[in-house]
């Protein structure tokens, strides 16, 4: 297929001395897209092409990496090559020889051990979704040093996007999505704003359909698995092993690419992700009797953003909205010590805040089809936030669940506390002044 093709190239490229051009590369595709058969195809070019080559395979659990490296060599005792290497199966000893060359393909279990004493140039990890952080370490200390002397060593991770739970991998991906120059990734799947109903858009975002996939597959899949799994497993998307909050057509019925009007009397909200890896700003103003919420930066730390609300609030009536309990309590504190006290928010407010903001986004005419009360311009941070968040139990209400392994909800608790500062304005408090 294509795509497979395409990702040989990536896997093969060289340097002028012949060492990989990317020592490390992500490979994220669909279910049924022809992974393993590819990973195969690339191991076995390596022991041939390498001499002394050392091949690793692994997956989520020891017994999946030798069932799929079992699936690479009867593929490949199929083809004109099979004389010429030696198959070894016994439980343990698993290998593909390639005496010519001394090479080897081997599986190997997902263990921080089990490479110990090892050499390895090409390690392949398939299924990568199903390690967590503790195991993805382990598994990274085992692979790491049976590299460290061998000049074409290279590390190819492969893998259909995971759960919640998918951290490691997520992460990986999130970096090769900011352009992190040690890592090359290769990402096949619809985008966060596409219905995953919409199996036209599903259709054209899988590289096996038209080939080895067909409409009736993905009837089919869509109809076993429902619209979150089917998501994840035909669409590449991550949005964890549950239905999102409220329906993405809802959602994009929200969605506009306008621009908030200049000069626009607005109000701006701000929030720390839990884990204080990134800052929000939005800003929300009216536009006729409608909200428009927009979100207007969002930065990795914290330090930046008091400086920042600041510049935003300096031609502004009204004071910005930060919660002051939880990750954001220290900008709040900040922003009281700059002369800018944001509005005061307590618990029932902030229930009433993600309600009201629920409620606006998922309103319907009387037909029943959308007719959000609320403008909310195209962002991939909220994209992101409203496939992940869910709701937390706060006294009586609810609010938006913070603590997510899917990522950050910063944006969305932003947007909610602009929102709630628009229709609820409080005149910030003006800087105390000496005649």
Same mark, same amino acid.
Not at 282 to 307: H, K, L, N, Q, S
Not at 371 to 398: C, N, T
């Given at each position: 297929m294509p795509w497979q093709i395409l990702a040989a190239h990536v896997v093969g490229a060289v340097n002028n001395d012949g060492r990989p051009r990317w020592p490390f590369i992500i490979v994220t595709v669909p279910r049924q897209s022809g992974k393993t058969t590819a990973a195969g195809a690339w191991a076995i070019e390596r022991a041939f092409t390498v001499p002394n080559a050392r091949v690793w395979y692994t997956a989520q659990t020891g017994q999946k990496a030798r069932e799929k490296w079992l699936e690479v060599v009867n593929d490949f005792n199929r083809s004109p090559f099979a004389p010429m290497v030696k198959v070894l199966k016994t439980n343990g000893s698993e290998s593909m020889e390639f005496a010519r060359f001394n090479s080897a393909f081997r599986p190997h279990p997902p263990t921080e051990d089990s490479l110990h004493s090892m050499q390895s140039d090409l390690n392949l990890i398939d299924e990568a979704w199903a390690f967590d952080e503790p195991q993805a370490d382990a598994l990274m200390q085992a692979i790491t040093p049976t590299q460290a002397t061998r000049p074409h060593r290279q590390t190819i991770i492969l893998s259909t996007v995971g759960t919640a739970a998918s951290t490691w991998l997520h992460g990986l991906i999130d970096q090769g999505l900011a352009g992190a120059?040690?890592?090359? %990734? %290769? =990402? /096949?799947?619809?985008?966060? =704003?596409?219905?995953a109903t919409d199996l036209d858009a599903v259709a054209a975002s899988h590289p096996a359909?038209? /080939?080895?996939l067909d409409m009736d597959s993905l009837k089919a899949g869509l109809r076993q698995l429902g619209p979150a799994g089917f998501a994840r497993g035909y669409g590449n998307r991550r949005t964890g092993a549950r239905e999102m909050l409220i329906h993405n057509s809802t959602w994009k019925a929200c969605q506009t690419t306008d621009y908030m009007p200049a000069n626009a009397p607005a109000v701006i909200g701000a929030a720390i992700d839990i884990e204080r890896t990134e800052t929000a700003i939005a800003a929300a103003c009216w536009v006729g009797d409608t909200p428009m919420i927009e979100v207007?930066?969002?930065?990795?730390?914290?330090?930046?953003a008091p400086? +920042?609300?600041? +510049? /935003?609030? +300096? =031609? %502004? +009536?009204?004071?910005?909205?930060?919660?002051n309990v939880g990750p954001s309590s220290t900008l709040h504190a900040e922003l009281t010590r700059r002369g800018l006290p944001p509005m005061d928010i307590k618990t029932r407010e902030l229930t009433t805040a993600s309600a009201e903001l629920l409620d606006r986004m998922t309103k319907t005419d009387a037909d029943g089809n959308p007719a959000p009360a609320v403008r909310i311009r195209s962002s991939s941070h909220l994209d992101l936030a409203m496939a992940i968040v869910e709701k937390r139990r706060l006294g009586d209400g609810w609010t938006w669940q913070r603590?997510?392994?899917?990522?950050?909800?910063?944006a969305l608790e932003a947007a909610t506390l602009a929102l709630h500062g628009l229709q609820n304005r409080q005149p910030a408090d003006p800087k105390p002044q000496i005649f």
């Amino acid at each position: 297929m294509p795509w497979q093709i395409l990702a040989a190239h990536v896997v093969g490229a060289v340097n002028n001395d012949g060492r990989p051009r990317w020592p490390f590369i992500i490979v994220t595709v669909p279910r049924q897209s022809g992974k393993t058969t590819a990973a195969g195809a690339w191991a076995i070019e390596r022991a041939f092409t390498v001499p002394n080559a050392r091949v690793w395979y692994t997956a989520q659990t020891g017994q999946k990496a030798r069932e799929k490296w079992l699936e690479v060599v009867n593929d490949f005792n199929r083809s004109p090559f099979a004389p010429m290497v030696k198959v070894l199966k016994t439980n343990g000893s698993e290998s593909m020889e390639f005496a010519r060359f001394n090479s080897a393909f081997r599986p190997h279990p997902p263990t921080e051990d089990s490479l110990h004493s090892m050499q390895s140039d090409l390690n392949l990890i398939d299924e990568a979704w199903a390690f967590d952080e503790p195991q993805a370490d382990a598994l990274m200390q085992a692979i790491t040093p049976t590299q460290a002397t061998r000049p074409h060593r290279q590390t190819i991770i492969l893998s259909t996007v995971g759960t919640a739970a998918s951290t490691w991998l997520h992460g990986l991906i999130d970096q090769g999505l900011a352009g992190a120059e040690d890592i090359f %990734l %290769l =990402d /096949y799947g619809i985008a966060n =704003d596409q219905d995953a109903t919409d199996l036209d858009a599903v259709a054209a975002s899988h590289p096996a359909f038209g /080939y080895t996939l067909d409409m009736d597959s993905l009837k089919a899949g869509l109809r076993q698995l429902g619209p979150a799994g089917f998501a994840r497993g035909y669409g590449n998307r991550r949005t964890g092993a549950r239905e999102m909050l409220i329906h993405n057509s809802t959602w994009k019925a929200c969605q506009t690419t306008d621009y908030m009007p200049a000069n626009a009397p607005a109000v701006i909200g701000a929030a720390i992700d839990i884990e204080r890896t990134e800052t929000a700003i939005a800003a929300a103003c009216w536009v006729g009797d409608t909200p428009m919420i927009e979100v207007i930066e969002v930065r990795p730390g914290t330090r930046w953003a008091p400086a +920042k609300i600041e +510049k /935003y609030c +300096k =031609d %502004l +009536k009204d004071a910005p909205v930060v919660d002051n309990v939880g990750p954001s309590s220290t900008l709040h504190a900040e922003l009281t010590r700059r002369g800018l006290p944001p509005m005061d928010i307590k618990t029932r407010e902030l229930t009433t805040a993600s309600a009201e903001l629920l409620d606006r986004m998922t309103k319907t005419d009387a037909d029943g089809n959308p007719a959000p009360a609320v403008r909310i311009r195209s962002s991939s941070h909220l994209d992101l936030a409203m496939a992940i968040v869910e709701k937390r139990r706060l006294g009586d209400g609810w609010t938006w669940q913070r603590r997510s392994q899917g990522g950050s909800i910063a944006a969305l608790e932003a947007a909610t506390l602009a929102l709630h500062g628009l229709q609820n304005r409080q005149p910030a408090d003006p800087k105390p002044q000496i005649f």
